[in-house]
């Protein structure tokens, strides 16, 4: 396996240049065959890993700085709806040989990366490099830390809970059809919504919420899973669903849009009535916004009411890997 096709050298001289300064507690300085890691007393690892591949999860023309912000932002996204502290993680990268991505890319990339890495306390450990004749295909994982058995989960809602979301919801929708030139982005928000999802890591949750899980395929289809995994029908008031100026200046004709589109990596929480005001306290206190969108009440599935409490019915329910 080799990056040759990348930067004209080898693939141990790429790693070194790109990626080494990247590297860690525990990485041995990329230089072995494996990383060591040691999982703190009382603690133990969420692990979740992401892939995204060129077309398919982002444009050719994106960023190369916000594409290695993006990969890793997903994934720290799956560590705050687990409620765990970023540590570590592994990057794999699977080049196209058609030399498009060449060193000023992958220069920028990794700026991206080490940036996030300063922001969000977190470091590489390892990974693998490949080349393809195909489109570019990144992937991580990551390893997050929290105390031993406070994993938030998507199993614990109850009826009688509410339903709360952080942000707004459908902007990376919408920044996506305004990068593909469908809609109008004057102030580009919707873009960079799309391009830098802003992952809700450091809240302290555990013991509050009932169930929580991020908002990645669409907040309907996210929903059904939490409904489906309680046991429960999670009935969302469409018109209280968080909407940023940017959405909200293309007007109500992109509702379903916005409930359904995915790219949002949005926190989706359910608590008991009597949570709510720790909640909204635990979210002010680290800046991040927080709404309540609907309750959770016996049954199955998702049931979205508009501002006459009539039953929508969507016909997209979310984004679908397969």
Same mark, same amino acid.
């Given at each position: 396996?080799?990056?040759?096709?990348?930067?004209?050298?080898?693939?141990?001289d790429?790693?070194?240049?790109?990626?080494?300064p990247?590297?860690g507690? !525990?990485?041995?300085?990329?230089?072995?065959?494996?990383?060591?890691?040691?999982?703190?007393?009382?603690?133990?690892?969420?692990?979740? *890993?992401?892939?995204?591949?060129?077309?398919?999860?982002?444009?050719?023309?994106?960023?190369?700085? *916000?594409?290695?912000?993006?990969?890793?932002?997903?994934?720290? &996204?799956?560590?705050?709806?687990? !409620?765990?502290?970023?540590?570590?993680?592994?990057?794999?990268? *699977?080049?196209?040989?058609?030399?498009?991505?060449?060193?000023?890319?992958?220069?920028?990339?990794?700026?991206?990366?080490?940036?996030?890495?300063?922001?969000?306390?977190?470091?590489?450990?390892?990974?693998? *490099?490949?080349?393809?004749?195909?489109?570019?295909?990144?992937?991580?994982?990551?390893?997050?830390?929290?105390?031993?058995?406070?994993?938030?989960?998507?199993?614990?809602?109850?009826?009688g809970?509410?339903?709360?979301?952080?942000g707004?919801?459908? /902007?990376?929708?919408?920044?996506?059809?305004a990068?593909?030139?469908?809609?109008?982005?004057?102030?580009?928000?919707?873009?960079?919504?799309?391009?830098?999802?802003?992952?809700?890591?450091?809240?302290?949750?555990?013991?509050?919420?009932?169930?929580a899980?991020?908002?990645?395929?669409?907040?309907?289809?996210?929903?059904?899973?939490?409904?489906?995994?309680? !046991?429960?029908?999670? %009935?969302?008031?469409?018109?209280?669903?968080?909407?940023?100026?940017?959405?909200?200046?293309?007007?109500?004709?992109?509702?379903?849009?916005?409930? &359904?589109?995915? /790219?949002?990596?949005e926190? %989706?929480?359910?608590?008991?009535?009597?949570?709510?005001?720790?909640?909204?306290?635990?979210?002010?206190?680290?800046?991040v916004?927080?709404?309540?969108?609907?309750?959770?009440?016996?049954?199955?599935?998702?049931?979205?009411? /508009?501002?006459?409490?009539?039953?929508?019915?969507?016909?997209?329910?979310?984004?679908?890997?397969?």
């Amino acid at each position: 396996m080799t990056a040759r096709g990348v930067t004209g050298t080898g693939e141990f001289d790429f790693i070194a240049r790109y990626f080494r300064p990247l590297a860690g507690s !525990g990485s041995l300085d990329l230089r072995d065959d494996c990383a060591l890691m040691r999982c703190p007393d009382g603690k133990e690892f969420a692990i979740s *890993t992401d892939t995204m591949v060129e077309n398919v999860h982002f444009l050719p023309d994106d960023p190369a700085e *916000t594409l290695g912000c993006k990969l890793l932002r997903c994934n720290l &996204s799956d560590l705050a709806a687990m !409620g765990a502290r970023p540590h570590a993680y592994t990057l794999n990268v *699977t080049v196209p040989r058609n030399g498009r991505y060449d060193e000023h890319w992958f220069s920028g990339f990794s700026r991206g990366l080490a940036a996030d890495q300063r922001d969000y306390g977190i470091h590489l450990l390892g990974g693998d *490099t490949t080349s393809i004749t195909g489109p570019l295909v990144i992937s991580a994982t990551v390893f997050g830390l929290l105390d031993r058995g406070s994993a938030l989960r998507r199993n614990g809602a109850a009826p009688g809970d509410e339903i709360w979301v952080t942000g707004t919801i459908g /902007d990376g929708a919408l920044g996506l059809l305004a990068l593909q030139g469908k809609i109008s982005d004057p102030s580009g928000f919707l873009a960079e919504r799309y391009r830098l999802p802003r992952p809700r890591t450091g809240l302290a949750l555990h013991g509050i919420v009932s169930a929580a899980m991020d908002i990645s395929d669409g907040l309907i289809q996210d929903c059904g899973h939490i409904a489906h995994e309680s !046991g429960v029908q999670l %009935l969302i008031e469409a018109q209280t669903v968080p909407t940023s100026d940017a959405a909200a200046a293309l007007g109500p004709d992109f509702l379903m849009q916005r409930l &359904s589109g995915g /790219d949002d990596y949005e926190l %989706l929480l359910t608590c008991a009535p009597q949570q709510a005001k720790t909640l909204q306290a635990v979210c002010q206190k680290a800046g991040v916004p927080i709404r309540r969108i609907g309750t959770v009440r016996s049954g199955s599935g998702v049931k979205i009411l /508009d501002a006459a409490g009539c039953e929508i019915i969507s016909e997209t329910r979310g984004w679908q890997h397969f």
